[in-house]
Structure formats: C-alpha cells, structure tokens
C-alpha cells in the first residue's frame, strides 16, 4: 500500500472510532444508594415513567456532552438530535485527549462536524483528508458496513447514537432494581430533581441495547438524571467499565423541541468508507 493510502485508511478508521466513542452510551462503579434503600419507590418509578413520556413526546433537544473512554479517547460533543422517526442530527466534536485524540492530530484534525441521518453518518474530516481524496472532504459510514471494523460497539453504532438520545437514559434507568431519588439540586440555575441508579445489564430490557452492552464487556451500570419541572431531562451521567477501559459520558440538554434540519453533504465531495475499505484490501502492502 502506498504511504498516502494508509494515512487515507488511517484517517477514516480513526474518525469512525472516535465517532463511536462520541456516542457510547453506557456506565459502573457506586451510585451513592443509601444503605437503608429497600429498592425503588412507587413515587420514583411514577416520576420516571413521566419523564420518560415527557422526554419521548418531545421528539428533539440541544445536547452539549463530555466523553472519556479509558486513556483511549475524550471529546466534547456540542449539537442537536432528533429521535422521533429514527435519527437525525448534526454534531460538533471535539477531541480533548486520548491516544485517538493524539492520532487524529497527528492528521490535522482537531474538531470535526457530525451528521446523523436514517441509514448513515457523514464525517467531516477537513483538509488533510481531502488531500488524500481528490478533495473530498466528508466520509460516508453506512451503518451497516461499520461491521466491517469489528463486533461490538462499533459494529452496533446505530444502536449507540440510539441510545445517546434522552429518553433512553430514563429508561435505561427503569430497569434499575435500586432506582431512589437523590434530591433536589441546581442545573444550568434552574432546579432539577435527582435521581440514581444500579444497572444489571442482563435485566435490561431493550434487547439491542443489552446485546451491545453485554458485547462490550459491561455488566453493571450506574445512571444518573436530573429531571426539571416540566418532566424532562436536562442532565445525565453514566459509567461503566468496558473492554476499553472505563468510560463515563456527562451530558446536559436544553432547547427540547428545537427543529433539526440535516442534509446528506455533496456527493462529489464525500469519500465512502465502504469503498476505502476496498481500496485497502485491494493495495499491495
């Protein structure tokens, strides 16, 4: 393979990884349950049950997030989701630190604009890439082909980015056997109410999200949400300890309801990483 086909392929693999890591889902360690909880009350479960109408009904939301896995990867996340008819969006990332971090600056990239549509995501990844791409500048991952990377939690990309939208962070914690209500706490200046929770992965009961946790290695989460006086969720954090070490992602939401318009990027200008792929197979090394 040429120099120039590798750091093509390097490029696109490194952008995809870090994509997924962007959207992971998942979270471990202490909840801070009180030692005298008997598991969850009819009340939490009440509220949570609204909270999870409320937050589903509003079909979209301004999500601002903060990602570690392990010493692998850390991004900030800054955009706008939609989850109402499958999802949409478009994203900010920012890469903060991490060995995917260093890679991707290795290659000129510091930041890259996300889009999510039904069948696919578009990278944009700048410069450098379209250099390498007859001046394209945006990589197509069908969600299908990611496959192609490894099992796990990226071949189950579209099943992540599912699962980074609010309402399934209440969800997933209704199927906690420990669920309580932590109290009352400021977020953004506006009052939210706290809740906290222990996941046993095996008792979740989305099937697709509990396949894509158990196959990356987790066994046990803890969630945590914060919920405003209008039942919908405005912050979240979740842990876990993955394969790849441990991750936790934080984040907040605003804006529900806000209109999220998302085009697919110029088909001249965009590179098919299926077709990278291809062309790696196919180069002599």
């Known amino acids: 393979m040429k120099c120039t086909d590798g750091r093509r392929i390097a490029l696109a693999v490194a952008t995809a990884a870090a994509l997924t890591g962007a959207a992971a889902c998942t979270s471990s360690g202490p909840s801070g349950k009180p030692a005298n ?13 609204s909270a999870e109408r409320s937050t589903d009904r509003a079909d979209s939301a301004r999500v601002r997030s903060t990602t570690v896995m392990g010493t692998q ?3 900030k996340a800054d955009g706008a989701l939609r989850w109402g008819d ?33 069948d696919a995501y578009y990278a944009r990844a700048g410069d450098a890439f379209a250099g390498k791409t007859g001046g394209r500048h945006w990589i197509k991952y069908g969600y299908g ?18 699962n980074t939208t609010p309402n399934q962070s209440v969800k997933l914690l209704l199927d906690s056997e420990d669920v309580y209500r932590v109290g009352e706490e400021k977020v953004g200046g506006r009052t939210a109410t706290h809740y906290s929770g222990t996941v046993a992965i095996g008792e979740v009961t989305d099937a697709r999200l509990r396949k894509q946790l158990q196959e990356a290695g987790v066994t046990t989460e803890t969630v945590d949400i914060w919920v405003d006086d209008r039942n919908l969720l405005v912050k979240k954090v979740e842990k876990s300890r993955t394969a790849a070490g441990e991750l936790t992602q934080t984040a907040y939401y605003s804006d529900y309801g806000v209109r999220v318009q998302v085009r697919e990027p110029p088909a001249d200008d965009t590179a098919d990483f299926r077709k990278l792929l291809a062309q790696q197979s196919a180069s002599p090394s």
């Open 73 to 75: 990867l850390s991004v």
């Open 86 to 118: 499958g999802l949409t969006g478009a994203v900010t990332i920012t890469y903060t630190g991490g060995t995917t971090a260093e890679t991707m600056r290795a290659l000129g990239i510091t930041s890259m604009e996300a889009r999510y549509l039904s």
């Open 37 to 49: 909880s008997r598991g969850p009350s009819a009340a939490s479960l009440a509220a949570l049950r």
């Open 145 to 162: 082909d990611l496959a192609a990377l490894g099992g796990g939690a990226v071949a189950n990309f579209a099943d992540q980015m599912r």
